[in-house]
């Protein structure tokens, strides 16, 4: 059973910062991408930011040069740095994993919660 557990999230000021982070456990297999997305109140369910097994990176234009996604692949663990955080960063983030060698598998974690407001 793969269980994707996050942790990190919480209520931060304007201008603060946040590290979130989302381990896999269980027979995940071989991982191809790890990422984070966002879904806010009355909005739809955007990515945030991507890291692919071969060390590609992609991020929502909204969170460029303050955001930063990480991942160590021994821990299989992915990262989130959250710094210069706006009001309109407050959303659910879900982390994000897909695997397999010969079937593509996708998995989500629980959820957590991000507030920024003063």
């Known amino acids: 059973q793969v269980q994707l557990v996050e942790s990190g999230g919480g209520l931060v000021q304007p201008g603060g910062s946040l590290r979130l982070s989302c381990g896999a456990s269980g027979s995940i297999g071989s991982i191809s991408a790890m990422g984070w997305y966002r879904q806010a109140p009355g909005k739809q369910r955007e990515l945030v930011a991507l890291?692919?097994?071969?060390?590609?990176?992609r991020y929502a234009d909204s969170v460029k040069g303050r955001f930063t996604i990480s991942r160590d692949n021994t821990k299989k663990t992915v990262y989130l740095q959250m710094d210069s955080l706006k009001p309109e960063d407050t959303a659910v983030y879900y982390c994000?994993?897909?695997?397999?060698?010969?079937?593509?598998?996708?998995?989500w974690g629980q959820g957590t919660q991000v507030t920024v407001s003063s």
């Open positions: 890291t692919t097994s071969a060390g590609r990176t």
């Open positions: 994000n994993v897909e695997s397999g060698e010969y079937y593509t598998y996708v998995y």
